[in-house]
Nanobody, 123 residues
């Protein structure tokens, strides 16, 4: 079955950097677009970034543009989210997801999800 496993979350000081990873199994990874989403306590899940199957197309939420970078390595079946200049508002559980079609910022259009990894930025 399809499995997505996120890693790399943790507790950091505001201004620090983290890199999240999402490793996939049970699917032909290069056939799928990838997305990163996050959900803070008491808030709805929100779009962070998405990347198409070969990395040629990336889209970011305005709140992370210029600070976060999404990338992928199809040979390793892994996607990444490099996060710089983290602030308290970035604190959330971060989820990766895949969809067979192209990029999308709509979480309901994704087919499979990971379990999430917690990122906490403290002031």
């Amino acid at each position: 079955q399809v499995q997505l496993v996120e890693s790399g979350g943790g507790l950091v000081q505001a201004g620090a950097s983290l890199r999240l990873s999402c490793t996939a199994s049970g699917l032909t990874f290069s056939n799928y677009a990838m997305g990163w989403f996050r959900q803070a306590p008491g808030k709805e899940r929100e779009f962070v970034a998405t990347i198409n199957w070969n990395g040629a197309i990336t889209v970011y939420a305005d709140s992370v543009k210029g600070r976060f970078t999404i990338s992928r390595d199809n040979a390793k079946k892994t996607a990444y989210l490099q996060m710089h200049s983290l602030n308290v508002e970035d604190t959330a559980v971060y989820y990766c997801a895949v969809r067979i079609m192209g990029t999308s910022s709509s979480h309901w259009t994704y087919d499979h999800w990971g379990q999430g990894t917690l990122v906490t930025a403290s002031s």
